[in-house]
């Protein structure tokens, strides 16, 4: 018999439904925090989201069920805002923005 294992950060699950449901709500739970100042809207802080949404692609292999589609991408939309109001710049980024400004 060959079942499919769902684990992540040595915790394992029984089934994609649990993994899904366990990791959209960690990330959730993560993009509040940052929004109402709990924690800092950081790089490291929006990766913690972002490695869970991946890893949910990952395990959907590129087809987001219809039932956490809406969900999924709503969380996707709300990390993208995050990551365009923090002022973080990758330095090569910065150099080409500065040249085009000058």
């Known amino acids: 018999?060959?079942?499919k294992k769902f684990s992540y950060e040595n915790r394992h699950f029984s089934s994609l439904q649990e993994i899904t449901e366990v990791l959209l709500h960690?990330?959730?739970e993560q993009i509040i925090r940052i929004d109402i100042g709990v924690i800092k809207n950081t790089s490291e802080n929006r990766n913690y989201s972002k490695w869970r949404l991946?890893?949910?692609q990952f395990y959907f292999a590129d087809t987001v069920p219809e039932e956490y589609r809406s969900t999924y991408n709503s969380l996707w939309s709300q990390l993208y805002r995050l990551e365009h109001q923090d002022t973080f710049r990758h330095p090569y980024l910065k150099i080409l923005l500065e040249q085009l400004h000058a």
């Open 1 to 3: 018999m060959n079942t």
């Open 26 to 28: 960690e990330v959730n």
């Open 54 to 56: 991946l890893q949910l």
